[in-house]
């Protein structure tokens, strides 16, 4: 935001040299402390087009400028040509009276404004319950709907899931089986592939406690089908109550196999084909996603008739673009890399634009406990639910971890560093550095003391003062960015920086008991960090505590 104070001279500036009509100067952050608050390499980009060396054209830009600018200290160039621009502290003042009139909505942005988007994540077939690994889905793709919402968007939140297939059979099979060994028929013999979770036992329980007269009436399919849909039933409430623990809602639960009973996957083949896209062989029906730029022609329905997931996966993206959406973003595990440009293609090939789908591939999760690894298995019985990380470590803390790194890395979830209590812990860290805020204030105001809206900020000019304005300041522009680059982790990077120059602040200048001008500016400069930490802890889906 400090760039506002010298945009408009620079673009006078570059007119004034004869750089092309609209033309913009690009601004940064300096690479090396001491380089200015910000700099613009515009003279760089410029030097080819214009042939003139860039560190001349940095020379004339320079001397293009007003001697004199308000809020602007100085204007320097270094290196070949780079332009590093420091301000007044009277800049940062008056950037730090507008967030303080921004309240509550610090941060907000419109750029989303009149748009919709839909976002799909979590998506876990009800199979069981949802495990450690899911975690990071979860909490990666409702932090990227927090943050559209927050930037203007309509947002959708939408989990897609498949309650057919050989998965489904086999949970209900490994059901039925428990629920006749219960009714006394030792005979039934559990399947050797089937889910030997601790939770198909409390399935059956429940069932033979709940309807034991009905399922005893039951054989053969009949008590598959029953066994299987109370399974069904069971495993999604509880994934829902799991999402719930986490504060995630959906607003819309799409189930694939609404695409087959409405034609819509028929439909999809029958398009495709009348493309040229499709044709057989080998008893199998194939894709030709070579004459779409693709390597390899793929087989979307087996000789068996069971279709492969790239043709529902069609179907349900031309859906979603059918509904109207500006922008659709999937959150998908790396195990999908491979049919996304399948699917991509296939979409685009029925005329759609896939621009305005965004793919989010996050790495897998490997858990760590005393330096070994955790593994799980739904189907092992070996598990190590999302429940069970949410009970040791926390609501918060399984938010934070999951986002905090790049999706495209592999994580390391620390179980150790995620129990600990103080300064090493990331959540800890935040938190703490929001309750100390909401303690200052809290003492305060017991002490007769209000937040003053009209304090002297200009007595704000320790450099930890102007430091954590300034970082302050970029708090609009990182969500925005987060929002433009479909990033989440980007917010916990911030943040830390932001709790980390508070602390400095609170080391080096006294707020309470300071003498009245600093006081008042300092609790002013304290409300107005609360706010930001606040906020984007929020976003986070992290809670954020006024005492610890």
């Known amino acids: 935001m400090l760039q506002r104070f010298i945009e408009d001279h620079i673009t006078q500036a570059l007119q004034v040299i004869g750089a092309p009509n609209g033309t913009v100067a690009p601004f940064e952050l300096p690479r090396q402390e001491g380089h200015g608050h910000v700099a613009t390499t515009v003279a760089m980009t410029l030097a080819k087009s214009l042939k003139q060396n860039p560190r001349m054209l940095a020379q004339a830009l320079v001397d293009a400028l007003p001697k004199t600018m308000d809020h602007v200290q ?23 009276r507008g967030m303080y009139d921004e309240g509550d909505t610090l941060g907000r942005s419109t750029m989303g404004r009149g748009k919709r ?7 876990a077939n009800p199979t069981g319950l ?45 059901i039925m089986v428990r629920v006749q060994h219960l009714l006394g028929d030792v005979s039934a013999v559990f ?35 029953y066994c299987r849909k109370q399974g069904e039933d069971w495993c999604f409430n509880a994934i829902k109550e799991t999402l719930k623990t986490l504060n995630i809602e959906h607003d819309v639960f799409f189930n694939e196999d609404s695409l087959y009973s409405e034609g819509k996957v028929e439909q999809t083949i029958a398009d495709l084909r009348s493309k040229g896209l499709v044709y057989e062989q080998d008893g199998a029906t194939w894709l030709a996603l070579t004459k779409l730029d693709q390597p390899v022609d793929k087989v979307i329905v087996k000789s068996s008739g069971e279709p492969t997931y790239r043709l529902p996966d069609i179907a349900y993206h031309r859906e979603k673009l059918l509904r109207g ?10 195990d999908h890399i491979a049919t996304i440009p399948d699917v991509l293609a296939g979409v ?118 102007l430091a954590l304005i300034g970082l302050l300041a970029r708090f609009h522009s990182t969500l925005e960015r987060a929002c433009t680059n479909v990033e989440a982790h980007s917010i916990c990077d911030y943040l830390r920086d932001l709790a980390a120059a508070y602390h400095a602040f609170y080391h080096d200048c006294r707020i309470l008991g300071a003498e009245a001008p600093y006081q008042d500016a300092r609790l002013y400069l304290a409300e107005v960090t609360r706010r930001a930490m606040k906020n984007g802890l929020t976003l986070l889906g992290v809670r954020a505590p006024e005492q610890m």
């Open 74 to 96: 100085s204007v320097e160039i270094a290196g070949p040509g780079f332009i590093n621009i420091s301000f007044a502290p009277s800049a940062f003042h008056v950037l730090l």
């Open 325 to 334: 959406y500006d922008e659709i973003v999937d959150v998908f595990g790396a």
């Open 348 to 465: 685009r090939a029925l005329g759609f634009d896939t621009d305005k789908v965004h793919v989010v591939i996050h790495q897998m999760v490997t858990f760590l406990e005393n330096g070994e690894v955790v593994k799980f298995s739904k189907r092992s019985g070996k598990s190590f639910t999302l429940d069970d990380l949410i009970d040791e470590v926390g609501a918060d803390v399984v938010r934070f971890f999951f986002v905090m790194r790049a999706v495209g890395t592999h994580l390391e979830f620390d179980l150790g560093l995620a129990k600990e209590e103080g300064d090493k812990n990331p959540v800890f860290y935040l938190q703490y550095a929001h309750a100390r805020i909401c303690s200052i204030i809290r003492k305060a105001t017991d002490a007769g003391i209000a937040v003053n809206s009209m304090a002297d900020l200009s007595v704000l000019t320790h450099p930890a003062e």
């Open 117 to 123: 988007v839909n976002v799909e994540y979590v998506s």
């Open 130 to 174: 949802l495990h450690a690994g899911h975690g990071r889905n979860c909490a990666v793709g409702d932090t990227l709907a927090n943050i559209y919402s927050w930037c203007g968007y309509e947002v959708t939140r939408e989990y897609y899931f498949n309650n057919a297939g050989n998965q489904m059979n086999k949970l209900g099979e490994s």
């Open 191 to 225: 399947p050797e592939d089937g889910y030997h979770g601790e939770y198909i036992q409390t399935i059956a329980e429940e069932i033979v406690r709940n309807s034991r007269t009905t399922v005893a009436g039951l054989s053969g399919s009949d008590l598959h089908a």
